[in-house]
T-cell receptor, first 114, second 106 residues
Framework: EAQVTQNPRYLITVTGKKLTVTCSQN?????MSWYRQDPGLGLRQIYY???????DKGDVPEGYKVSRKEKRNFPLILESPSPNQTSLYFC?????????????FGPGTRLTVT | KNEVEQSPQNLTAQEGEFITINCSYS?????LHWLQQHPGGGIVSLFM???GKKKHGRLIATINIQEKHSSLHITASHPRDSAVYIC????????FGKGTRLHILP
């Protein structure tokens, strides 16, 4: 089954404790992206990757890191989480260019930073 | 910078009504996407449009590239259509509208 998986689905952590949210896709998509969704602000792009070893900033990259060492995986790293990073996070993937292809979304990761 | 505006923000309607959700954007694009997010949170892609009109079941999406405007229509709406509908544009960097929360009453 074609899918994007994210782990963990729920995470409660404390300020400053490094964490990684994993994202994996099995569709051989070149494009992968991370988004956060907040009430009143909607979905906003954090980082995206057009292919292996190619990453670029979205609208809200501060406080986040990503890497794309393999085509199928695109982990999101919060090196020192803060309460303002409490949000619902989605990973997505598609063929390129993403404007021309359907994006497949992961199930979401609800992160709470206290 | 591309701005994406959706209207209305919230919409409540009776079952069977014809629904229209609008999306406007500020700069030229190659395509626009409509997404659906159900109360459980999962997001699925409904349409990708670069011109004209597309239909899938009771859902119809149209786009006018010159006017920088797209609409999503739902005919014979049903309570299971209750969801948040989101438009999105971008060739690599993706910008989303804030979404339209639709509630269909039985």
């Amino acid at each position: 089954e074609a899918q994007v998986t994210q782990n963990p689905r729920y995470l409660i952590t404390v300020t400053g404790k490094k964490l990684t949210v994993t994202c994996s896709q099995n569709m051989n998509h070149e494009y992968m992206s991370w988004y956060r969704q907040d009430p009143g602000l909607g979905l906003r792009q954090i980082y995206y990757s057009m292919n292996v070893e190619v990453t670029d900033k979205g609208d809200v990259p501060e406080g986040y890191k990503v890497s794309r060492k393999e085509k199928r995986n695109f982990p999101l790293i919060l090196e020192s989480p803060s309460p303002n990073q409490t949000s619902l996070y989605f990973c997505a993937s598609s063929f390129i260019p993403p404007a021309s292809y359907e994006q497949y979304f992961g199930p979401g990761t609800r992160l709470t930073v206290t | 910078k591309n701005e994406v505006e959706q209207s209305p923000q919230n919409l409540t309607a009776q079952e069977g009504e014809f629904i229209t959700i609008n999306c406007s954007y500020s700069v030229g694009i190659s395509a626009l996407h409509w997404l659906q997010q159900h109360p459980g949170g999962g997001i699925v892609s409904l349409f990708m449009l670069s011109s004209g009109k597309k239909k899938h079941g009771r859902l119809i999406a149209t786009i006018n590239i010159q006017e920088k405007h797209s609409s999503l229509h739902i005919t014979a709406s049903h309570p299971r259509d209750s969801a948040v509908y989101i438009c999105a544009v971008g060739d690599d960097k993706i910008i989303f509208g804030k979404g339209t929360r639709l509630h269909i009453l039985p």
